[in-house]
Nanobody
């Protein structure tokens, strides 16, 4: 069982930058960030494999979002630049401990609210 704890969310202004953190209680293979805006389905933002060897971003979000990780701390990060009001959502961290399959460990989520 892996526990994930996110931090770093809050209320920011449009144009600001923000970094979210997700610390896992054990080593993971892949870690990912998802978000869910009010009234919308959850969507993947990006994911990163062990040691950062590979990354994936949702094409429409690529450019302002950067996923990274520090495996010495079992921590993944999501850096968001030039925040927009439409980035307002609950951001979730997810992890899996083996290659392939679904993300089966989830954090509690952290709220990001962007004011215009």
């Amino acid at each position: 069982q892996v526990r994930l704890v996110e931090s770093g969310g809050g209320l920011v202004q449009a144009g600001d930058s923000l970094r979210l953190s997700c610390t896992a209680s054990a080593r993971t293979f892949s870690m990912a960030w998802f978000r869910q805006a009010p009234g919308k389905e959850r969507e993947i933002v990006g994911e990163i494999s062990w040691s950062g060897a590979t990354t994936y971003y949702k094409p429409s979000l690529q450019g302002r979002f950067t996923v990274s990780r520090d495996d010495t701390k079992n921590t993944a990060y999501l850096q968001i630049h030039s925040l927009k009001p439409e980035d307002t959502a609950v951001y979730y961290c997810a992890a899996k401990v083996v290659n392939g399959g679904q993300y089966n460990y989830w954090g509690q989520g952290t709220q990001v609210t962007v004011s215009s």
